[in-house]
């Protein structure tokens, strides 16, 4: 038996992203692309969880379970319908949900973008748009001027590789497959652009692409820092461990620089790095190998390798060398118990790095509810609260008991 204390003021949080559950999010590139048919998506996020609606008492809830903070993501889609109209109404509502952590006793961390952009961004060159940075920094100073003084964190960008994760993992074919399909062409029509031009967040995976979303994170920040000086900013990563398999030395060690190290190396005058982490992914000399066999697989289809929180935890601070604080940590599964094994080991982790001096500040459970896994749609059970989607009912998993318990203590005992 393990008994642990985690230090004072560490972040115990969940997360979640508008799109996948405020509902209704029209103005959105992804929710067109979900309308397509022979979209990419499932199935489309229609009213999701109506967490626009029923944010405070979902706030109320995580409150209860005892954690301290909350990380959601404010909708540019909303906020900034029509390039350069703000919308009043939905700044207060953003406003209102700040308002309520902080009645709750939650700490608010706001994501700027989690994948999710304004139809009219996507006409103007979207995520390889030459104003694209300046455009979103825009965004972000009339965000933080309403919401900055009150709120703990922000992330400017939600996981700045995920493009480059998804091609190089094999998890999405080349972006030239994807241009093809027919629910891309469609929704590329619908904004009349080319299929080429069409560039959501996720596919901006050229060196054009990271440099724009590069940029965009610094213009950001300076923005935010002009206003808030003090107010904690950082970006988010999809950082899952790379490893190598045999003969796969040469290309894991490409895949973890190019999918990386070059954001890491960017960030190192940020405030933190959220780390967000799922499991490990391999490669040989062919590329990736997917799951080991006899490796028990989630309902994600990536290996349940809990232990990937602790290695990507040790490489951003290794390179980044700044706080880390983990922005995304879960498992989809609709076993409970696993959920709990899950997070055990990864905690475990956790504290191993924070034995050895990493500054950790907390570790964020996602999700808060099940909710819209993008192109899987509605299958995958992330949340510790689930939804039911015909009454949209929540009630809260014996994990998140669990985590709540832990979190309100700040202490765990483990029998590792
Ligand atoms: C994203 C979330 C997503 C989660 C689980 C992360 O890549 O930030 O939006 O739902 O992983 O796949």
Partial sequence: M???????GFLWG????AHQVEGNNTNSDIWLMEQMSGSMF????????????????????????????YRFSVEWARIEPEEGSFSDSALEHYSSMVDCCIAQGLKPFITLHHFTS??????????????TPALFARYAEKVISVLGSRINGVCTINEANIGRVLTSSGMLPSLDIIRQTPGWRAAANALDVTADEFMPFMFAISESGRQTIMAAHRQAVNCIKSIQPALSCGITLAVQDIVAGPGGE??????????????LNEITEDDFVGVQCYSRHRYDSNGPMGPESGVEVTDMGYEFWPEALEQTIRQAYDVAGIPVL?????????????????????LTGVQACLNDGIPVLGYTYWSAMDNFEWMLGYRPKFGIIAIDRKTQGRSVKQSGKWLGDIARTNATTFSV
């Fill in 2 to 8: 393990a008994k642990y204390q985690f230090p004072d």
């Fill in 250 to 263: 040469e290309i894991a060690a490409k895949h973890r620089r190019e999918v990386n190290e070059v954001y």
């Fill in 118 to 131: 304004p139809q009219w961004l996507i006409q103007r060159g979207g995520w390889e748009g030459s104003d």
């Fill in 326 to 346: 983990v922005t995304e940590n879960g498992i989809a599964t609709t076993d409970d118990r696993r959920r709990i094994d899950y997070v055990t080991r990864a």
């Fill in 42 to 69: 499932v199935e489309p996020s229609g009213n999701a969880c109506e967490h626009f609606e029923r944010y405070a008492s979902d706030i109320a809830l995580l409150a209860s379970l005892g954690f301290n903070s």
């Fill in 14 to 17: 969940t997360a979640t992203a």
